[in-house]
C-alpha cells in the first residue's frame, strides 16, 4: 500500500473571528475544531500518518490532547510559521522520502467526508495533483482598488463565472512534485494563498474534484454556528 502523510496547517491566529481563542481551538460539538478535522480525516483509513503544524506555544498542549484520541496511526504535531506556506514547508520537511502522496487539509474545515478525502486522492494518484473545489454561485467581478475609499471599488471586468471554482481542501500531490513546488517558491521568493498556487507556478496541471458547500472554512463568527447546522442536518441524514 503506498504512504499517504496528511498535513493539517493550524498555527493561524484567526483574528476575522474576533475571539480570543484562535478559531482552530474553538469548539464544534464539544471538540476543538482541529481535533473534530483530526478524526474526519482518520476516517480514511489509507491516510498513514498526520501531522499538524501549530504555533509554538500551543506544540506541547496539543501534542497531549491529539495523544488522547488513540488514534491507531502516527500523528505528530510539529510547529508551523507565521504564514500557511511556512506551516506547510515545516509539515514537509518532516515527511520521508518513502512518501507518495502529501494531503493538505484546512484544519478549520471540520466536515470534510472520507468519500471526498477518498476522491481526491485517486484522482492525485493518476493526475499527480488534484483539489477539492466547487463552482461560483455569484457573478464574479475583477475590481481595482487604487486611490478610492476603502469601501469603494472599480469594476475592471466581468468573469464568466464557469471558468470559476472556489478552492477547497483537501489538495493532494505526488510528494516529489509538492517538494519541488515549495523548493522553487523558496528558492525565488513566491507565494501563494494555497498549495495548487505553488504547483501552478511549476506550469503542472491541478485538477478540480466537485467538492461541497458543507466543507465549509471556519473564518468568521457565523461560520461555526452553520458548521453547527450542517453537522445536525448529516446526522439526521439529510
Known amino acids: 500500500m503506498s504512504r499517504i502523510v496528511a498535513i493539517l496547517p493550524a498555527a493561524g491566529l484567526g483574528t476575522r473571528m474576533g475571539a480570543e481563542s484562535p478559531k482552530q481551538f474553538r469548539l464544534l460539538d464539544g471538540l476543538p475544531v482541529v481535533i473534530f478535522t483530526l478524526r474526519r480525516l482518520a476516517a480514511c483509513s489509507s491516510i498513514s500518518e498526520f501531522l499538524i503544524a501549530t504555533r509554538a506555544e500551543e506544540v506541547d498542549a496539543l501534542g497531549v490532547r491529539v495523544a488522547e484520541e488513540r488514534l491507531d496511526r502516527p500523528v505528530r504535531v510539529v510547529r508551523g510559521g507565521d504564514t500557511r506556506q511556512q506551516s506547510v514547508a515545516n509539515a514537509l520537511a518532516e515527511i520521508g522520502h518513502g512518501t507518495e502522496l502529501v494531503l ?13 478525502i477518498e476522491r481526491v486522492i485517486a484522482e492525485a494518484r493518476t493526475r499527480r495533483a488534484a483539489i477539492l473545489g466547487i463552482p461560483a454561485m455569484d ?3 475583477e475590481v481595482r482598488r487604487t486611490s478610492l475609499p476603502g469601501d469603494v471599488a472599480l469594476i475592471t471586468a466581468t468573469i464568466p463565472r464557469e471558468r470559476i471554482v472556489l478552492a477547497q481542501t483537501p489538495q493532494v500531490f505526488h510528494a516529489d512534485l509538492l517538494r519541488e513546488a515549495f523548493a522553487r517558491a523558496a528558492a ?5 494563498s494555497d498549495e495548487a498556487g505553488l504547483v501552478e507556478r511549476l506550469g503542472h496541471d491541478v485538477y478540480v474534484v466537485l467538492g461541497s458547500e458543507r466543507n465549509l472554512k471556519i473564518t468568521r463568527p457565523g461560520d461555526l454556528d452553520i458548521a453547527e447546522f450542517y453537522l445536525a442536518q448529516e446526522r439526521a441524514g439529510r
Open 139 to 141: 457573478t464574479v467581478k
Open 188 to 192: 525565488e521568493g513566491g507565494s501563494a
Open 104 to 116: 493538505v487539509h484546512d484544519a478549520v474545515r471540520p466536515l470534510v467526508t472520507r468519500e471526498q
